[in-house]
C-alpha cells in the first residue's frame, strides 16, 4: 500500500495543525498510524489505531493534545494536533500495518509514507 501524508506547516505555540493521509488501499485492512523524527533523534511513535478505528493508543508525549481518527471510506487516516509546542517540530510519517494489531515500534511498520514536515515556532 502507498501513503500520501500532508497538512504539515509553520504553527506558532499553542497552535493547531491536521495531518492527513491517504492510502491506495483500504484502510480496513490495516493498523495505521503516525511517527515523527525531529532532526538529530530517532523516529518515535505518536499515535496508532486499529483497523476499525475503535480503539487508539497515543504517545505519553501528545496524548490530551493529539487525536487520531480514521475513515474507511475514504481510506485515510488523520491526526489532530493541538496546543502545539516547540518540541513538536519534526517529520511526521503515516504508517500503516498489515492485519489488525496495532504497533508502537519502526520495525512493526510494514509501510511508510513519505513525511511532513511540521514546524512550531516559539
Not at 478505528?53 to 475514504?74: E, L, P, W, Y
Request: charged share 15%.
Amino acid at each position: 500500500v502507498q501513503l500520501q501524508a500532508s497538512g504539515g506547516g509553520l504553527v506558532q505555540t499553542g497552535g493547531y495543525l491536521s495531518l492527513s493521509c491517504v492510502a491506495s488501499r483500504r484502510t480496513s485492512s490495516y493498523a495505521m498510524g503516525w511517527f515523527r523524527q525531529a532532526s538529530g533523534k530517532e523516529r518515535e511513535f505518536v499515535a496508532t489505531n486499529l483497523y476499525n478505528g475503535v480503539s487508539a493508543v497515543h504517545a505519553d508525549s501528545v496524548k490530551g493534545r493529539f487525536t487520531i481518527s480514521r475513515d474507511n471510506a475514504k481510506n485515510t487516516v488523520s491526526l489532530q494536533m493541538n496546543s502545539l509546542k516547540p518540541e513538536d517540530t519534526a517529520v511526521y510519517y503515516c504508517a500503516a500495518r498489515n492485519g489488525v494489531a496495532p504497533f508502537t515500534r519502526t520495525y512493526e511498520v510494514d509501510y511508510w509514507g513519505q513525511g511532513t514536515l511540521v514546524t512550531v515556532s516559539s
